[in-house]
């Protein structure tokens, strides 16, 4: 086999896989959209919602994980690549998940807390960091295209 085949069998095998990931993720999503219904439901019939809102809070935040994550994927399909934004976005999504449910059970200690802050400057720089370098590419490549701007940045 020739390095052209290699790289479409190649590019084939992982469309297969991020497309069955993402058949996955979006039947989470839908049953994860069916329990918060469900639950929400169930505290109808509870004279106190206050001791079941975490499961809601739980609920919630888990489906907005899987939707970033689902947008990750399915930007790769129209670009071919993975945006490192949207990965990140979920990763500060999930983060900022534990430490929610960690207050509302107040079971968050000041270590945790500082530990998670940290990581989560860590996260919010790459995150800016994956942006002005998606920038800087997507400008670089209209230059290249000689559809840049007429005057040159400073």
Do not use: C
């Not at 979006?26 to 004279?47: D, N, P």
């Not at 059970?105 to 530990?115: G, I, Q, S, T």
């Amino acid at each position: 086999m020739d390095l052209a085949r290699l790289q479409k069998l190649f590019n084939l095998t992982v469309n297969a896989v991020f497309g069955l990931i993402l058949v996955f993720i979006m039947i989470g999503i839908g049953i994860g959209a069916v329990q918060l219904i469900k639950s929400v439901w169930v505290l109808f019939s509870f004279e106190g919602i206050t001791g079941h809102y975490i499961d809601i809070i739980t609920d919630v935040l888990t489906l907005y994980v899987l939707v970033e994550l689902s947008r990750s994927l399915v930007e790769y399909f129209s670009s071919s690549r993975l945006r490192l934004t949207f990965i990140v976005d979920a990763a500060i999504i999930f983060i900022i998940r534990e430490v929610l449910i960690n207050l509302f059970k107040h079971d968050a200690k000041p270590e945790l807390l500082y530990a998670i802050s940290a990581f989560l400057l860590v996260l919010g720089a790459i995150r800016i960091a994956s942006i002005v370098v998606f920038q800087r590419e997507k400008q670089m490549a209209q230059e290249s295209e000689g559809s840049g701007p007429e005057t040159p940045s400073q």
